[in-house]
């Protein structure tokens, strides 16, 4: 799987759109990029993947440039509830063979 | 439908205690994993199980740890005779078949040893 290189914290604004990077520049053609994200003390919670092309569901986007070495998740209207450990995560395509590897994530913290 | 459940949610156990740990799985899911995270520290994998069978246990500890997914009933995660470092969350996820890295976490189950 990639390693994926994330800033350790950021700060946003309530109501602004958070921008999250993520740098996975030896990730493979096969690889998917997943993010969860983990609210204090609470389970991980699954929010987006993407392959190449950019992806949007009720959550957030995602946004992976061309090349695929990096991409970006997208809370397009960020609330104090948003304030929680995002996780980017390189997988291989094919299934859950093995479990997701966890790093250190950005720790994204939503100011009112 | 209800997500994933855990139980119990907090459990305290004394050093040399045995400490079961609860998953069901959200409905019409068949595969399960077991995460750990301790104080300050990321998750790290431990187990994937489906119906009956340990498909990857890559994670778990040699010795103390066991985990099983019977045809009925919950997943169970078992520590044998607990040390103070297994005081740690621990989470279940599930997904649906074929398995993926789209699962479903539980609210975890804090354990303390004493």
Redesign the interface.
Known sequence: DAKTTQPPSMDCAEGRAANLPCNHSTISGNE?V?WYR?IH??????II?GLKNNETNEMASLIITEDRKSSTLILPHATLRDTAVYYC?G?ISG???????????THLIIQP | NAGVMQNPRHLVRRRGQEARLRCSPMKGHSHVYWYRQLPEEGLKFMVYLQKENIIDESGMPKERFSAEFPKEGPSILRIQQVVRGDSAAYFCASSPPPGGYEQYFGPGTRLTVT
Not at chain 1, 41 to 46: A, L
Not at chain 1, 98 to 103: A, I, K
């Open positions: 998917y997943y983990q003390s609470q389970g991980p919670q699954y993947h995560i997988v299934g859950g063979a093995d479990g997701l590897t966890f790093g250190k994530g």
